[in-house]
Each structure stands twice: as structure tokens, then as C-alpha cells.
């Protein structure tokens, strides 16, 4: 069993649910390059410098600022910024229940698990069933960490996960794409394209970071004294500027994949994801 990281209470109408937080993912070892003296070979360390005084201050002589104006600031007291943060209730107070699929994912920030609290297990399981039998996502806000953060409860696999969700004021407007005119010829083209490379299912173990598991590699190669090669830079491929014939050479490519009786697979090129169709039948 995982340990949980946090305690909360979820609450809807007069109904208390004791639940736990666990942490719902597993955050990558990131490949990391440190700044060492060349000299040497020793990490370097960071310290923080005054330019008015032209000196390296330390630690203990900083004090926190907000800047209001351009390079005025207000400087607070430890005590200031306590007063300032938001009363941890550890409270899940749902407000509404609404249909999963309009809450649009650009909204989604951090998941966590949720897993029934100490006598909470018969009301933990009847608000799951509750919401996975109505396709039903619980919002509402949670208080803990000095800040208040708005939260959506959906059904996952056997249980419940958090979603922390961004606010409103955070999303940026979405760049317009109606500045282009659209040819009934090209769309139809188009969504043969999409029709032939679709799935029905999304399966995420077949993506895989390969930047990173190459790097990883190199690094090794690196550690045992050898010297990491340089791959030949790929000329850049002539761009189609016409756009039905891309798409009919898209389809023609896909359609000889087809004849393979291959699989979906899927590789990064240039530090981006793919999606090659390797199907022997349409989804």
C-alpha cells in the first residue's frame, strides 16, 4: 500500500467523507548537467548579490518583497506572510457536480489519488459508483499549503483521483484558427487521414521518451571514458507548399502501411512525438 501524503475530508450536502492523498504519479529522473569549475572539477555554488552594494549577501539578511511598481517594493515580515496565507482546513468541499467531458483538459493540473479514510470506505464507494454510473466529475476547492486551489474529483480505474485544476484568470485565449479558408476538397482529404491513422483507444505505454533513454546511454558511454559521437545533421526535407498533394501523398503513404498488416508505433523525431499508422484495418 502507498503512503499517503496528505489527510482531507470530502463534503457534499451534509454528507463527510474521510479520504487520504497519495501521490498518482511518478515523476521522471530528469537528466540533469551541473555547473563545475573547469579548474577543478567542483560543483559551484550559487549566492545571492546586492549590486547596490556590490557585495554577496547572505541568507539570513534577506527579507521578502513585492514589487508594485517598477523596482518599489513592500517587504513583509515572516509573520505578514503567514497572516497571508489561506486557513488549511484540509477540506474538500465539492459545490457541483457536472458532466466529465465538458470540463476541457487545458484545465488540468496536478492528479492525486484518493483512497478511503478511516471508516470511510462504504460513503468513499457509493460516491464513486454514484459518479461513474452518472459520468459525473465533483468540483469544488481545497485548502492546504497556505493557498486554495481549485479541484475536480472524477472516477479512475477502481477508485477516485483529485485533479487539481488551473483557475479561470491562468488560461491563456486560444490562438484563433479561422484566419485560414477551408477547401471542402482538402477537408474531406483531411479527415480520410485522421480516419486512417485513429485509434479507439488511448495506450500510453507505447509512447516512449527516446531523447532521454538515448541521452542516458551517451552519458554511459561517457562515464566508462569514451567519447560520445556526433550524429550527421539529416538534410531537412523539402517542404510540399501544395496542400491537396500533401494530403494525397499523407493518404498514399498510410495506405501502403496498411498493405503491411503492420501496428501503431510511435517515435520521436527531433525531440517531438510522431504518430506513425501501421494498421491493417481502419479504427
Known amino acids: 500500500m502507498p503512503r499517503a501524503i496528505a489527510s482531507a475530508t470530502v463534503s457534499f450536502g451534509l454528507v463527510s467523507i474521510p479520504v487520504n492523498l497519495y501521490a498518482a504519479i511518478e515523476p521522471r529522473a530528469e537528466v540533469r548537467f551541473h555547473w563545475l569549475h573547469k579548474d577543478c572539477g567542483t560543483r559551484v555554488k550559487q549566492q545571492y548579490y546586492c549590486p547596490k552594494h556590490d557585495e554577496v549577501v547572505s541568507r539570513k539578511d534577506l527579507v521578502r518583497g513585492y514589487e508594485f511598481a517598477k523596482d518599489r517594493y513592500v517587504t513583509f515580515t515572516p509573520e505578514e506572510l503567514q497572516a497571508l496565507d489561506a486557513e488549511s482546513t484540509q477540506m474538500i468541499e465539492i459545490t457541483e457536480f457536472v458532466p466529465i467531458e465538458k470540463i476541457d483538459p487545458i484545465y488540468f493540473e496536478h492528479p492525486y489519488h484518493l483512497g478511503p ?18 459520468d459525473r466529475a465533483a468540483l469544488g476547492q481545497y485548502a492546504a499549503r497556505g493557498k486554495q486551489y481549485l479541484v475536480m474529483v472524477r ?19 486560444a490562438v484563433a484558427m479561422n484566419n485560414g479558408r477551408v477547401n471542402e476538397s482538402e477537408l474531406k482529404l483531411a479527415k480520410q487521414l485522421v480516419e486512417q491513422i485513429s485509434s479507439n483507444e488511448f495506450n500510453p505505454e507505447s509512447y516512449k521518451d527516446e531523447v532521454r533513454e538515448r ?7 561517457k562515464v566508462k ?21 500533401a494530403l494525397k501523398a499523407s493518404l498514399s503513404k ?4 496498411k498493405a503491411t498488416g503492420g501496428r501503431n508505433t510511435v517515435r ?16
Open 117 to 134: 479514510g478511516k471508516g470511510g470506505q462504504r460513503a468513499f464507494a457509493m460516491l464513486g459508483k454514484a459518479m461513474a454510473e452518472m
Open 215 to 221: 541521452v542516458r546511454k551517451q552519458i554511459q558511454h
Open 155 to 173: 472516477p479512475f480505474a477502481d477508485g477516485l483521483v483529485m485533479q487539481q485544476l488551473h483557475y479561470a484568470d491562468e488560461i491563456r485565449p
Open 254 to 257: 498510410e495506405t501502403g502501411r
Open 268 to 283: 520521436r523525431v527531433g525531440g517531438r512525438r510522431r504518430h506513425h499508422a501501421k494498421r491493417s484495418s481502419a479504427a
Open 225 to 245: 571514458g569514451q567519447d560520445i559521437t556526433t550524429r550527421p545533421t539529416e538534410p531537412s526535407k523539402r517542404k510540399v507548399v501544395d496542400l491537396m498533394e
